[in-house]
């Protein structure tokens, strides 16, 4: 037996072991996190080539990033001295690829096939409806995009989808057209990549057999995040054993934990796990149990928490690792508190000589990480931010920003080209190219070269220089949030993306955007220091940054580095300081490739990675849990499987903080803090409470956020009273003034809640319609819980926000 002898085997328990080592047939094997499922994936491979029961081309191995890929390949080699190139490991889509390169003409694709990402493709939805003279407010093309690709998901052509009703058809008509389109242009999206090769498989059985000889063993990594294509992908490499017939002899080894279960929004099936079982008759399934990540503080915590899930398949963990330091967790005043409390934790924790890309920042929604990266960007940290766009180079952001530019520079051709038809106003390709062949010839900017567009092209493009006339004529002598709200609503951007099935998100980093705005005027001086930053160096920054090399193939690619003014700050306005600090924000800070940063992520893009020191910023109820999931049980379960990913990168020190105000999207929120922490081990906790409130120095007059400003430890301790004469910390938000201004709690008004009752129905000027659902606190601290139609869940505080009643 090779077995024992191998080295590979050296380091691994008794379980993964055996699990390496395992026959040459089907397995199973389910574990929780940090148990050493993907290095027992790894460790087989180099087991199996090592032992000559397979040659580096037998290999198909599936993971769930091109990083994980790149690291297994690395692993790989280091392990053994081998030909990496002829194995195929990578992730779903990088292997469709491959195999479409191969199989182009079989696929009926151009060599040169060109792939479509996400933005991509909405794009390619667009412009077919418009062509095709599509009601975008019955069929909004976003819409359309989440339906063809969950028909793709679902392996599902135009031909094959049940026409269920009228609207049904319509899409699917749309759907057949866009596919026609693509094929027409030799493009192909990412269901596409999968589909079209699950298809080449299963109609040519040449093919097929082919490489269900040459792929002796099939290794799928997070195999619970699979979806039914997928899994139906690796079937056609592995038929599974029909009775009566042996099958091709190969072996699947999947590798899987139904906690760390969290695309089920995208079709991810857990189920595939049961199915495969079933199906492929699996004799070995094998559980590990023992977690080499985590300190034993952080694992019960993890464990604690999932144990409120039900339907679970059921496993424990237990580390040798010993206790570790306690979970740490913090209440802070603001969201601005909360990333002030970071940075210098984390600065002490450079001090014990913490490497930073070993800290990591997580949390639940994109529109989160602006207020740490800028708290990073104030402190001088370089910090790197994965699986998602930083908030400036958001598409919704950059689009913002062109209007707002424009309204400063009329001339920046890049911002015109931006937005000259976003949201779209029927100004098609054709006129935009004669504009810019008259542009061109007379050697001047595209605003100006409009009066020369002639025809109905010619009246829409002078429209929409007018509408940035008109805007710059309206926002003079604003404060820089009344002209970023007027450009908001006046482009039609929010309008446009509240219309979008799935804007909601855009429309909440485009209300971001007037937080941004609002904390940067508050900073003092902040302008006068932004100095400005030449465009190629700029430029060279954004290719350096690792969103743009290509470590998440979902995030598209940044298409041209932003502008930046020629000017310092001394003589700017408050807008072009504004803008850049945008520019410089997003450049200039993210980290260099090679350098040591924080790594900054959604809990999603931190699936199967792992950090000395994690804090899960954001613990509030409607934040984590996100208030769209919180209404039924399976999306609170989700979220409750999120938690364990998100606890489970810890190695060593976990910091979980929740804050009693946030701003987001652009609105104050008062939130209770997570019911996650009822669901946590007491003993594993350790609170961390300031020693006061802050803001008790009652400097937050002009500009609002004294503590926040004044850098360094902000906005704690900064009274001149004894800690102990402060009165209690937990209600911090209503004996301190508001650190922004926006309470005005020193001054209140007559105690509006009196007329405010629980069951009322009430309407507010941006929520709209609601009902009260409960009444906190009373005076100038009171505040109600309303349900918005349109809006779900929120706290308002009554001092501030405006309800009305409302009659039945
Ligand atoms: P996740 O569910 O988060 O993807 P996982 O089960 O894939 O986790 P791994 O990432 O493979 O777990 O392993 C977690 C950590 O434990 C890694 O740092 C790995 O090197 C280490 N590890 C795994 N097995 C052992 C072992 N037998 N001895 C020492 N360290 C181990
Ligand atoms: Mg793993």
């Known amino acids: 037996q090779p077995v024992a002898t191998s080295p590979l085997l050296a380091g691994l328990n008794a379980e993964q072991g055996a699990a390496v080592s395992l026959p040459p047939e089907h397995a199973l094997i389910l574990a929780g996190a940090g148990s050493g499922k993907t290095r027992v994936l790894t460790t087989r491979i180099a087991w199996l080539l090592q032992t000559g029961q397979v040659t580096p081309g037998g290999i198909l191995a599936v993971t769930f990033t091109n990083k994980a890929a790149k690291e297994m390949m690395t692993r790989l080699t280091s392990m053994l001295p081998i030909n990496a190139r002829g194995m195929w490991i990578g992730t779903f889509h990088g292997l469709c690829n491959r195999f479409l390169r191969a199989h182009y003409k079989l696929a009926n694709l151009p060599q040169t096939f060109q792939i479509l990402d996400t933005q991509d493709q909405l794009s390619a939805v667009k412009r ?41 058809r319509k899409k699917v008509e749309l759907y057949a057209l866009y596919e026609a389109q693509c094929q027409r242009e030799g493009v192909v999206d990412f269901g596409e990549l999968m589909l079209r090769s699950y298809e080449v498989l299963r109609d040519n059985d040449a093919v097929r057999e082919n490489y269900q000889r040459r792929f002796r063993h099939i290794l799928i990594d997070e195999f619970q995040d699979t979806n039914r294509l997928q899994y139906a992908w690796i079937k056609m490499f592995s038929s599974p054993p029909v009775e009566g017939l042996s099958g091709p002899g190969n072996a699947v080894f999947a590798v899987g934990d139904d906690d760390q279960s969290i695309y089920a929004f995208r079709g991810a099936r857990v189920g595939n796990m049961a199915d495969f079982v079933r199906e492929y008759r699996v004799q070995h399934q094998i559980k590990l149990e023992q977690n080499y990540r985590s300190v034993s503080n952080i694992l019960d915590s993890a464990n604690q928490l999932i144990s409120h899930n039900s339907h679970r398949l059921g496993k424990n963990l237990r580390t ?46 994109n529109a989160q990480s602006r207020v740490v990266e800028t708290a990073l960007f104030n402190a ?55 504009l810019q062949d008259v542009a061109r010839s007379s050697g001047c900017s595209l605003n100006d070269a409009v009066s020369a567009v002639t025809g109905r092209a010619g009246v829409a493009i002078s429209n929409f220089v007018a509408k940035i006339q008109v805007m710059r004529e309206q926002t003079e002598g604003n404060t820089l949030r009344e002209i970023i709200e007027l450009v908001l609503a006046h482009s039609g951007l929010v309008e446009h993306y509240r219309n979008e099935r799935e804007g909601q998100d855009r429309v909440e980093n485009l209300e971001e955007l007037v937080n941004a705005a609002e904390s940067f005027v508050s900073i003092e ?118 938690m364990y990913v998100a606890i489970t990168r810890a190695r060593k020190r976990l910091y979980l903080s929740h804050s009693q105000t946030r701003m987001l999207h652009g609105q104050t929120r008062y939130n209770l ?6 669901e946590l081990p007491e003993e594993c906790l350790k609170w961390i409470t300031p020693k006061q409130p802050a803001w008790s120095d009652g400097a937050a007059g002009a500009g609002g956020n004294a503590g926040w400003q004044g850098g360094g430890r902000g906005g704690f301790n900064r009274g001149g009273a004894p800690a102990a004469l402060q009165p209690a910390w937990s209600p911090g938000w209503a004996s301190g003034s508001d650190p922004r201004g926006l309470g005005g709690k020193s001054n209140p008004e007559p105690d ?55 009659d039945d």
């Not at 077919?128 to 599902?156: A, T």
């Not at 309204?407 to 015109?416: A, R, V």
């Not at 803090?673 to 009822?678: I, T």
């Open 128 to 168: 077919l409806c418009k062509q095709f003279n599509v009601d975008d407010e019955r069929f909004p093309p976003k819409q359309i995009q989440y339906f063809i690709s969950g028909c793709k998901e679902d392996g599902q052509r135009p031909g094959d989808v049940k026409l269920r009703d009228e609207e049904t």
């Open 320 to 365: 040798d690792a010993g206790a570790g330091e306690p979970v740490r967790v913090f209440e802070a005043t603001s969201d601005f508190a909360e990333a002030q409390w970071m940075v210098d934790e984390m600065k002490q924790l450079a001090r014990e000589d913490i490497p930073k890309s070993e800290m990591a920042v997580l949390y639940r929604s």
């Open 380 to 434: 001088g940290m370089p910090y790197r931010v994965y699986g998602g766009l930083r908030f400036f180079e958001r598409a919704e952001i950059k689009h913002a920003l062109a209007y707002l530019r424009l309204l400063e520079n009329p001339n920046d051709d890049t911002s015109f080209m931006r937005v000259v038809n976003f949201p779209p106003r029927g100004i098609g390709a054709r006129s935009i190219e004669q």
């Open 525 to 642: 001086g902040f302008g006068r220091d932004a100095v400005a930053m030449p465009v190629d160096e700029l430029g060279q920054a954004l290719s350096q940054s690792p969103v743009s090399q290509g470590l998440d193939p979902s995030v598209p690619a940044i298409d041209e580095p932003l502008a930046s003014e020629e000017e310092t700050g001394e003589t700017l306005s408050p807008l072009v300081s504004f803008l850049t600090h945008a520019a410089l924000e997003s450049g200039d800070n993210q980290a260099q490739a090679g350098q040591d940063a924080v790594q900054l992520m959604t809990v999603h893009a931190s699936k199967g990675l792992e950090f000395d020191c994690v804090f899960i910023t954001g613990m509030e109820e409607g934040l984590f849990p996100h208030e769209n999931s919180m209404s039924d049980r399976d999306g609170l379960e989700e979220e409750r499987r999120l």
């Open 673 to 678: 803090k997570s019911r996650f922490f009822e």
């Open 752 to 806: 509006r809640g009196t007329d405010i009752k629980a069951g009322l129905k009430v309407f507010h000027n941006k929520f709209g319609e609601g009902k009260v659902l409960a009444l906190e606190g009373a005076g100038p601290d009171a505040r109600a819980q309303v349900s918005f139609t349109r809006h779900g869940v929120k706290w308002l505080a009554l001092s501030v926000a405006k309800l009305t009643p409302v």
